[in-house]
């Protein structure tokens, strides 16, 4: 200790300066990380929970939150699983799409049959269903949010296309494994085909297939305040006959509340009300081959209408023609994300919760009738 004090005393100047270093550089130190830390809050790059306003009044998906759903979600880093689902009224209610992060509703046959993808990611349903073959134009929609695809067989030209390993990884019920797919007693086929998430992950994990997501994600915003949000408003999806689909704004919930050939459509296995807090409707020309076949314009860019906090916005939808793999010279997958831009280009920003994209053709109806002038489903 007496060293140490010798040592102080003769070189009391020199410790001063050294202390004084140390302060000055810590507040410039300080200064240097706050402005820092303010210009990442004023950038919206900073976001510590998933329902954080930032300056932008944009959430950009930071921490954990489904990059599809914008939802704090535990498995939100694991890939999401496309699953084909059917449209048809003998199915009807279906069972796991209330556990979905994001749906997509489209014809199978021009102006008439619809069939579904359910993407699942943050949540592990017990029972997905009724499942049915896969179409080549829901390949090229999964491999845009980098999903795999899981179905019950499927046309010739989607199972060309899922032979190439550029495209997306396949989950067919007719190579099932780990219980993956199961047939349920009592329902007549082809409409008793179900699978179960956890069967499907487990299969996906054996076949050696890639089971974190590198898909970069939809912007999302936070919700209107319920204070202005508009009393109500309904939604007419103009699909043929009895898979046409109505949706009624519930400005409490700030959710639509959906409704398919003139019922309440719920989810089988969970009663669960089917209500997105997101719809986008996107209008594609189509047409018919080999008879029974639909061919969608999905790749390209068309006509947008998304209905958000009550709002309707009219923009278009975007799906670069790029890195396509080719088959039977009719199918194009690309990897590019499908876009969904308002009237100025910019991506919409959807808000955390359910997105539902109807995909119509053009000539068939869509409406959209806010408060004081909503039909009654």
Known sequence: ?????????QNKKAVLAA???????????????GKKDTELEKAGEKSET??????????????????????PCENYKRRAIGVMQAGDVSTR????????????????????????????????????????????????????IDAMLAHWGGSHFALEVLKNKNTVPDLDAMNNTEGAFFRKDGIPAPDNGFASHEGLWKMAGKMGYRLENKFEGYPHQAEAEASKRPAGGNLRVGFAGVYGVNYTYDPKTN???????GKEDTDKATGKRLA??????????????????????????GEMHAYINGQEIIGKW????????IGDDLVCV?????????????????IPGQIWVEILEPGQSLKWEPAGAAATN
């Open 276 to 301: 997105p807090k997101n719809i986008i409707v996107a209008f594609a020309t189509s047409r018919q081959i080999e008879g029974q076949y639909n061919d969608v314009d999905i790749e390209g860019s």
């Open 93 to 144: 209610p279906l069972s796991g799409f209330s556990d979905a992060d994001m749906v997509f509703e489209m014809p199978v046959i021009t102006a008439s049959i619809t069939r579904l993808m359910g993407v699942y990611l943050c949540n592990s349903p017990k029972e997905i269903g009724s499942i049915r073959s896969a179409r080549h134009d829901y390949v090229t929609i999964a491999k845009g």
């Open 255 to 261: 959710s639509y509340l959906r409704s398919w050939g």
């Open 334 to 350: 690309t990897d590019s994300k499908l876009k969904f831009l308002d009237d100025k280009g910019e991506e919409i920003k959807f």
């Open 1 to 9: 200790m007496e060293t140490i004090r010798k040592f102080l005393k």
């Open 19 to 33: 202390l004084m270093a140390v302060l000055v550089g810590g507040v410039v130190l300080w200064a240097i990380n």
């Open 50 to 71: 998933p329902s954080e306003e930032t300056g932008s009044g944009v959430l950009l998906n930071q921490g954990e939150v489904s990059p599809l759903s914008g939802l």
């Open 318 to 325: 975007e799906k670069e023609k790029k890195n396509c793999v």
